[in-house]
């Protein structure tokens, strides 16, 4: 306890500037906090701070030594407030911002289990597909599918995902199942189309991402309709496990070309900032984690 206070203390005499500043600071009389520091810098064995009458100067030990000790106590604090909050009661207005299959699909069946847990949480869920201005929008968490490269978001990752070629078990019994990326010229390929362009399909091959422009006489703008045409049994469609897998599971469609699967893009939580989360937030996201974590979850119909 002991050294925790000289620590302390000379953070603080080096952040105010003097010994009478932090003497004041604490309620306690300068020659107190002089002597603190004597005993630190005599059980370090180094001169850190030059003091006279008059003002204090850090020597070069004192400020490598004030940056640790500064991290040491942000740490600390950070470590008591997220101790005692884990005790209070989450509460307050949550705003959530999905993609709107996404979001239809894993965040709105999951929402009534949540407030039953924190009763004191009011929550407004906004589905749509664009990228949201966090802070300009007020949005406390936005839910993404993406890889995760921009340094400015911060981000907390709750599942994997990947995307996959599938079509029904009733299509390739008619047109047959293809064997190589070659092949998907011979299939009626349901193309996502977006911003007036059709967007072309992922793969890996030799080591390498590469984008394969697929052809098809049915394309759209809502991915809903394309997993629906490909349980038809119309053709071909690259879509994302967390649409597809309860489907794959029941043998309703069946994933083709998987050697060929490219990494996924997977799924994060992203806020505005990572300190002081309010704990209605980071119980959301602890929430939505545990349930992605359950290994079944992705095959079942929620």
Known sequence: MDQFKQI???AEVATRGSLSAAA????????????RLDALEERLGVKLLQ?????????????????????ILT???????SVSERSARASGQLTISAPAGFGRQHIAPLVPSFLSEHREVKLTLSLNDRVVDLIGEGIDVAIRIASLTDSNLIGVK?????????????????????????????HNCLAFSGDGSQRGWTFRQNGKNMVIKVDGNMVCN???????????????????MWEVGS?????????VLDEFNAPGNDIYAIFAQRRHLPLRIRAFVDFLRHAYSDPHYWQKKT
């Open 158 to 186: 709750l599942a994997d995902n990947k995307r996959v070629v599938v079509a029904s078990p009733g299509y390739l019994k008619r047109h047959g199942t293809p064997a190589s990326l070659d092949e998907l010229s011979n």
């Open 8 to 10: 302390s203390t000379f």
């Open 24 to 35: 004041r600071a604490e309620g306690v009389a300068p020659a107190m906090i002089g002597r």
């Open 222 to 240: 809502d991915g809903e309709v394309l997993h629906d045409w490909a349980l038809s049994g119309k053709g071909l469609a690259w879509r994302s």
């Open 51 to 71: 003091r006279t009458t008059r003002k204090i100067a850090l020597t070069n030990e004192g400020a490598a030594f004030l940056e640790d000790c500064q991290r």
């Open 247 to 255: 489907e794959i599971e029941a043998g309703k469609l069946v994933t």
């Open 75 to 81: 740490e600390l604090e950070e470590a008591e407030t």
